[in-house]
Nanobody, 127 residues
Framework: QVQLVESGGGLVQAGASLRLSCAAS????????MGWFRQAPGKEREFVAAISRSLIRIQYGDSVKGRFTISRDNTKNTVYLQMNSLKPEDTAVYYC????????????????????WGQGTQVTVSS
């Protein structure tokens, strides 16, 4: 089992940057594919980004391509989401998720594919 704790959210103005971190407990972080999702009030959960166990494959949601970057450091049991050029429509609670998989190259875009979730961190972008 793994526990995920997100941090780095906050209130920023449009055009600013934030970096979210998600720290995972346990010694098998490299066994997990990781993803970031977000959910705004009254809206469905949205896929943001995913990264494979091997760091080789990465995928982004259409609304964040070119602005957000996902990365992971398996030595620190942490996955990051660098968010640049933030827009008011990026306002949401951001969640990281982990999927235990033997596929070193798998990336997963559906929330129901993930095994573990963090508690979320609020990102608010003012106009």
């Amino acid at each position: 089992q793994v526990q995920l704790v997100e941090s780095g959210g906050g209130l920023v103005q449009a055009g600013a940057s934030l970096r979210l971190s998600c720290a995972a407990s346990g010694r098998t972080f490299s066994s997990y594919a990781m993803g970031w999702f977000r959910q705004a009030p009254g809206k469905e959960r949205e896929f943001v980004a995913a990264i494979s166990r091997s760091l080789i494959r990465i995928q982004y949601g259409d609304s964040v391509k070119g602005r957000f970057t996902i990365s992971r450091d398996n030595t620190k049991n942490t996955v990051y989401l660098q968010m640049n050029s933030l827009k008011p429509e990026d306002t949401a609670v951001y969640y990281c998720a982990a999927k235990n998989t033997i596929d070193s190259y798998g990336v997963y875009v559906r929330g129901n594919e993930y095994d573990y979730w963090g508690q979320g961190t609020q990102v608010t972008v003012s106009s």
